[in-house]
């Protein structure tokens, strides 16, 4: 039996974000909510997807995101068992990406701040997900430079080519 595909609707699935380093300075002195520990690896990396696999506290989760244009990229996210999560990532991913995640209300926003471990140790980085790439947003004192065009901090190429190879 074949299938055909029609062209289809425009992805209601679509992810907005920005990123940016954090002023560890300011961010060390503040008062933190719990973190989650996250432990993910790629199945697949390339310039039309990635696909991701994730252990987020005791959750796995199957994440597949399309071709990104700086703000933006679809992305499908869906759950699976942690055990098979966790397998997936000792079989079939070679370099996990290890973090810390904090999520950070500032005003009708919330940032995922992500401090690293591993080979990724020292580096800190705050999302925020946004309805369009021009939102506006408040901005904590702790947050620096923007880096959301700056493909080297994608988690996916800090997988490939981690912080401490070339942050010094």
């Known amino acids: 039996m074949y299938f055909s595909v029609k062209n289809p609707e425009p992805v209601k699935n679509l992810e907005i974000e920005r990123k940016f380093l954090v002023n560890k300075g300011v961010w060390n002195a503040l008062e933190k909510p719990m973190g989650v520990r996250y432990l993910q690896g790629y199945l697949c990396i390339d310039s039309e997807k990635t696909i991701r696999v994730r252990l987020a506290g005791d959750c796995g989760f199957l994440t597949i995101k399309g071709r990104s244009d700086t703000f933006s990229h679809p992305e499908f996210e869906y759950s ?7 397998e997936l990532i000792l079989k079939f991913t ?7 995640r904090y999520r950070i209300p500032a005003g009708e926003h919330v940032f995922e701040v992500d401090e690293f471990h591993g080979k990724n140790g020292g580096l800190i980085i705050a999302e925020i997900e946004l309805n369009s790439p021009d939102e506006s947003f408040e901005k904590p004192s702790w947050l620096a430079e923007e880096v959301t065009a700056e493909e080297r901090y994608y988690n996916a190429n800090l997988s490939l080519h981690p912080y401490e190879e070339w942050s010094k």
């Open 80 to 86: 699976v068992p942690r055990d098979e999560a966790a």
């Open 94 to 100: 070679p370099h996990p990406v290890e973090k810390l």
